[in-house]
């Protein structure tokens, strides 16, 4: 399959290219609406009880809800994309999502962070694959490599819930499952197709079909074939959320939205807004971001345990440059104390280098499913 999927990449660079959308890209155009902030209140959403009015529902999109399960996406054909997206952003924060994904080849279940200049931060699930999840990350939408995503195991998570975390502050990236760290992303100032996400971004969770007879080749080989209807439908099940909005306030005054100042896409030249007033400079908000960062994840509670990112974290060279991910096993300790897991990993990525291709195919999912809602 692996062979199949280094062949194909023109092709799925086409379709994400293609799909990834924004109404309005502060980057490229002046007088574009400031994203709403979620604020300093910590949100927490048990879809167990229902819908909840903080996300909103994409066109075509009806769920279900289960006292048990949570609300339900439903694939029955090719044509199902169940989606919502939260009305509010966060800049920098933490979400925790608990998912059991879709089960059924070419089905995708989708977490993902996106901002109206594109930057990204995916968690994706395969319906087909019963041991392990993709991650990746975009930069201001840049899909002219495909060498950021990554694998990491989990048990069953098409029968099973786990909690899947992404920790994101101005200086690092941590996708976490369980409370273990499998990956870490580090702010080194990179720009271009490697760069740092950083800009405020929304909540989005949705099921597609990857696998539908009229996709290319590319995408139906990266979903593990062409999905049977006969066995449908396939759902996947969003339980719980908890979501913090680092930036949500600066000293004593609550964030409203946010305002891009300049068409840099920095996080230094966004400002926070309080009922149409800007606070004081970003600069000194970094500190306070990570700060906000350890103070609210604990150390998980369970037995030791070890989670490892698969060898999507290949060496490679070319004559442009060199392309390093190297992640070492997190340890998931136990104790108290409010010091979140900590992993060893980093992950140095260099413009112009050769393309990682082992589990780069996740940006066909993430971009193509979410690129078009708009909220």
Request: with cysteine; glycine share 10%; hydrophobic share 35%.
């Amino acid at each position: 399959m692996l062979s199949k999927i280094f062949t194909t990449v023109a092709l799925a660079a086409s379709l994400v290219s293609a799909q990834t959308f924004t109404e309005c890209d502060p980057t490229k155009r002046d007088g574009c609406p400031n994203p709403k902030a979620v604020g300093s209140k910590v949100v927490d959403i048990d879809f167990r009880k229902g819908a909840n009015s903080f996300f909103k529902p994409a066109d075509g999109t009806t769920l279900k809800y289960d006292d048990n399960l949570g609300a339900i996406f439903s694939i029955s054909n090719e044509k199902n994309a169940p989606t919502i997206g939260s009305k509010k952003y966060i800049f920098f924060g933490q979400v925790d999502v608990t998912v059991r994904a879709a089960r059924g080849v070419g089905v995708v279940t989708s977490f993902v962070l996106q901002s109206d200049d594109l930057d990204e931060i995916d968690w994706e699930w395969l319906g087909g694959d019963a041991t392990q999840v993709q991650t990746n990350f975009f930069s201001k939408g840049c899909t002219d490599t495909y060498d950021r995503g990554g694998f990491s195991p989990v048990a069953d998570p098409v029968n099973q819930f786990h909690t899947y975390t992404i920790k994101w502050t101005p200086d690092q990236l941590d996708w976490i499952i369980d409370g273990a760290v499998v990956r870490t992303l580090k702010n080194t100032g990179i720009e271009g197709c490697a760069g740092y996400p950083q800009s405020p971004m929304q909540i989005k969770l949705g099921t597609w079909v990857a696998g539908r007879k009229d996709a290319p080749q590319g995408t139906i080989d990266w979903a593990g074939g062409v999905t049977d209807f006969t066995d449908a439908p396939f759902d996947g099940y969003y339980q719980s959320l908890r979501i913090q909005d680092y930036m949500g306030s600066k000293g004593a005054k609550e964030a409203t939205e946010y305002h891009y100042t300049d068409r840099s896409g920095t996080w230094q030249s966004i400002k926070v807004v309080n009922n149409g007033e800007e606070t004081e400079d970003n600069t000194s908000t970094s500190s306070s971001a990570s700060s906000k960062a350890t103070s609210t994840t604990k150390k998980p509670t369970s037995s030791a345990t070890t989670l490892a990112t698969v060898s999507s974290s290949a060496s490679l060279t070319s004559a442009n440059g060199t392309v390093t991910q190297t992640t070492a096993a997190p340890t998931q300790t136990t104790g108290d104390d409010e010091q979140s897991a900590t992993t060893a990993a980093s992950e140095t990525m260099s413009t112009g280098a050769a393309p990682s291709m082992v589990g780069n195919m996740a940006a066909v999912g993430a971009a193509a499913l979410f690129g078009y809602l708009v909220l």
